[in-house]
């Protein structure tokens, strides 16, 4: 086979292109890199009209937290950027919100389930009370006030049982879910990078994480799902374009702190990267009310203020450890007057006895504050006194009728503990850690 000399020359040509590329690839490669160190966002009035917008799971679930108003500012707005084809909600989005939507839910239906188990004890009539003013005309006002307070009860009852059964449709006819899955159909995103490397980007998630590289290694120590931040970002990664990202998540490996814990910007690292990855793009955090506010600047103060409000995932509360303690110490206070009050170790007649009923509320909190049955809670209250009783050698002189009179005052005081830690009494057990 001959092969003439225009040929060769040819192929030289193109290697000799395709050389003089590759140097020109590398040379803006290497600008890049250098660069990104440099690189400051382009402004937002700017972004807010280009960017393409990426939204976090939580803002998806907050709408189950927000009041009715802001779900459908926050929709409207969707609504619009999908129709201009300006909105991506990643597959990773769309499965934590599916998996996290029910547990939401049951947090909404059991903070009225606590209510209902704890709040609505009948007062007892006053001639139990102060049977010596019977007959005078303040007891007869009293007595008036008393029935129209237990009525008044009762009928708000009634209507946080209806409230309760209507959050039990949602479980299965959700019009939240309806205008949300017209957004999806048309904003899904999925990209083959990420669909077909799973597995590779699990292992580089794993790489990241020990090296504390954001995002997603506040994630570490999750049992399931750990690796979900970094797939969101991989996906954003591949977008080619300008990125905002809409989030409530304000840890440290997605953005820098205030003094408060508060949002200042995303992280430096992500910003060069995402710099570096998709060819110069910008990445830029904003909160849900920083975005629905520079959106729509004529938003009411009503949703500004609901766009506040955050879902934490997992059904876990976040609550900080000094209000937690606060909450506990309190407990503890209340328990020792219900024990002080009726006394049922006869500590008040004893001499020298290195007792208290802190002490002894204490330890009924750490028996019982974790139980979902509220059997068991009566009966490991009873065991507590009894234990108490048994190691100080104690004679209590209590009634059976006042013995359970007090074991019910406990017991509502448990629920109100568990009310104010948010903790579910009904669904699955959470410990929490006395303050000494």
């Not at 946080?160 to 159909?185: A, S, V, W």
Request: glycine share 2%.
């Amino acid at each position: 086979m001959e092969v003439s000399l225009t040929t060769f020359f040819y192929i030289e040509v193109v290697l000799c292109v395709k050389i003089f590329l590759k140097n020109i690839g590398d040379i803006k490669m290497k600008n890049v890199n250098w660069k990104k160190y440099f690189h400051q966002t382009k402004k937002l009035e700017s972004l807010l009209t280009t960017a393409t917008i990426v939204v976090d799971t939580n803002v998806l679930l907050s709408a189950y937290q927000w009041r009715n108003v802001t779900v459908q500012e926050v929709l409207k707005v969707l609504s619009d950027l999908s129709d201009r084809n300006r909105l991506r909600i990643p597959d990773q989005v769309v499965k934590e919100f599916a998996k996290n939507r029910p547990e939401i839910l049951k947090d909404r239906l059991n903070e009225i389930e606590v209510t209902l188990s704890s709040n609505f004890t009948k007062e007892k009539p006053l001639n139990q009370r102060v049977p010596m003013f019977e007959g005078q005309e303040i007891y007869r006002e009293t007595d008036k006030l008393l029935d129209n307070y237990n009525k008044a009860q009762g009928e708000y009852k009634k209507g946080l049982m209806k409230l309760r059964d209507q959050i039990k449709e949602i479980f299965t006819f959700d019009p939240y879910l309806i205008r949300l899955n017209k957004i999806i159909e048309k904003s899904y995103y999925h990209p083959k990078e990420v669909s077909e490397n799973m597995g590779k980007i699990l292992e580089e998630a794993k790489e990241r994480f020990e090296s504390k590289t954001p995002p997603g290694y506040k994630d570490d120590s999750k049992k399931e799902n750990e690796a979900g931040d970094y797939i969101i970002w991989k996906a954003m990664l591949n977008l080619n374009d300008d990125v905002i990202f809409i989030s409530n998540d304000k840890k440290p490996d997605w953005v820098y702190q205030d003094k408060q814990g508060e949002r200042i910007s995303a992280r430096r690292e992500l910003v060069e990267e995402f710099y570096e990855k998709t060819g110069g793009k910008d990445f830029v955090h904003l909160s849900p009310k920083e975005f629905i506010s520079l959106y729509n600047p004529q938003v009411s103060d009503d949703v500004k203020d609901d766009l506040k409000k955050e879902y934490h995932s997992n059904s876990t509360p976040i609550i900080k450890i000094k209000h937690k303690k606060e909450i506990i110490n309190n407990g503890i206070k209340e328990i020792a007057i219900i024990l002080n009050y009726y006394d049922p170790l006869s500590v008040s007649v004893q001499e020298n006895m290195e007792i208290s009923y802190n002490k002894v509320a204490e330890e009924i909190i750490n028996q019982c504050i974790d139980l979902d049955d509220e059997a068991q809670v009566g009966k490991n209250i009873v065991s507590t006194l009894v234990n108490f009783n048994s190691e100080m050698n104690l004679t209590t002189t209590m009634s059976f009728e006042e013995s359970l009179t007090l074991v019910n005052e406990l017991e509502n005081a448990l629920n109100k503990i568990k009310m104010n830690l948010r903790i579910d009494p009904f669904f699955g057990s959470r410990k929490w850690s006395i303050a000494k």
